[in-house]
């Protein structure tokens, strides 16, 4: 059975410090893995997505995440933190054909000014 | 294009009582996915529908119930309310037809509480 544990449900920063959320999956196939946000009292917005196409994802807002199978991970990261980007960060993983997607626990991201 | 819209937003019930959510998908989407989220459990998946048809289903009691219609709008239901049913129901689209990759669009939400 797939998996996605994410490591650190809250995470603090420093505005303009590096954001690095940690995501390690646990799947029998090639998995297909993404990032999700969430505001407060919102839906689940996509951030990127791994499609097999390349190792390193770029997604909106200067997220990017690196797929590496030898460690089993797909950490998120973003060079400079803002205020804006405080919000709850979800992993999740999908097997194959249309399967739902396994979310992780999420990440809760606090920025500090 | 207008994103996939929840009814609706909160909803106050006792236990006992059932309830209707109802979720709008994307124009052109033909799946529709449930999702659970509470602090304790996080997200879980309810179910998916998919041209009408109840395509993947989670591991949720028979109280929790769906279905679509053909304009792909989807209704889930909730009969005989538990207390520990109180949470956040997302609602997501997608085309449902492109495979693993196939991106899913999250509407707002319905708040649920249970009292």
């Known amino acids: 059975a797939q998996s996605v544990t994410q490591l650190g449900s809250h995470v603090s920063v420093s505005e303009g410090a590096l954001v690095l959320l940690r995501c390690n999956y646990s799947?029998?196939?090639?998995?297909?893995l993404f990032w999700y946000v969430q505001y407060p009292n919102q839906g689940l917005q996509l951030l990127l997505k791994?499609?097999?196409?390349?190792?390193l994802v770029k997604g909106i807002n200067d997220f990017e995440a690196e797929f590496k199978k030898s460690e089993t991970s797909f950490h998120l990261t973003k060079p400079s933190a803002h205020m804006s980007d405080a919000a709850e960060y979800f992993c999740a993983v999908r097997k194959s054909g249309n399967t739902p997607l396994v979310f992780g626990k999420g990440t809760r991201l606090s920025v500090i000014a | 294009k207008a994103g996939v819209t929840q009814t609706p937003r909160y909803l106050i019930k006792t236990r006992g009582q059932q309830v209707t959510l109802s979720c709008s998908p994307i124009?052109?989407?033909?799946?529709v996915s449930w999702y659970q989220q509470t602090p304790g459990q996080g997200l879980q998946f309810l179910f998916e529908y998919f041209s009408e048809t109840q395509r993947n289903k989670g591991n949720f009691p028979g109280r929790f119930s769906g279905r679509q219609f053909s304009n792909s709008r989807s209704e889930m239901n909730v009969s005989t309310l538990e207390l520990g049913d109180s949470a956040l129901y997302l609602c997501a689209s997608s085309t449902g037809t492109s495979g693993p990759t196939d991106t899913q669009y999250f509407g707002p939400g319905t708040r649920l509480t249970v009292l």
């Open positions: 799947s029998s196939v090639p998995p297909y």
């Open positions: 791994y499609t097999s196409a390349a190792t």
């Open positions: 124009s052109g989407h033909r799946s």
